[in-house]
């Protein structure tokens, strides 16, 4: 996504990363034809998008970790935190 880093700046400025906020979960996880919180441009399940973004660096910086394991992983900082997600400006 050629948005990618904005989308992950703001989420980071916004302090949206570790919310418990339901709605605003809901608006980063839902169908629709797009992502409230950014713009109407923005795709739906953005929080989707970006959680898989984490995983797939996650399992590149962890070639020793199965992709079950991944989802076995009960710390979800941990697979944050190992897996350097920052995408590129």
Same mark, same amino acid.
Do not use: C
């Given at each position: 996504?050629? *948005? @990618?880093?904005?989308?992950?700046?703001?989420?980071?400025? *916004? $302090?949206? =990363?570790? #919310?418990? %906020?339901?709605? =605003?979960?809901?608006?980063?996880?839902? %169908? &629709?034809?797009? #992502?409230?919180?950014?713009?109407?441009?923005?795709?739906? $399940?953005?929080? @989707?998008?970006l959680?898989?973004?984490?995983?797939?660096?996650? =399992?590149? *910086?962890?070639?020793? /970790?199965?992709?079950q394991? /991944?989802? *076995? @992983?009960? %710390?979800p900082?941990?697979?944050? #935190?190992?897996? &350097?997600y920052?995408? @590129?400006?």
């Amino acid at each position: 996504m050629k *948005n @990618e880093a904005h989308v992950w700046a703001a989420i980071i400025e *916004n $302090r949206m =990363l570790y #919310t418990t %906020d339901g709605k =605003l979960i809901r608006s980063f996880m839902a %169908d &629709g034809p797009f #992502t409230a919180e950014f713009s109407k441009e923005a795709p739906s $399940r953005l929080g @989707e998008w970006l959680g898989w973004q984490i995983v797939r660096k996650y =399992l590149e *910086n962890q070639p020793e /970790v199965t992709f079950q394991q /991944v989802m *076995n @992983e009960k %710390d979800p900082q941990k697979i944050l #935190t190992l897996s &350097g997600y920052k995408p @590129e400006k």
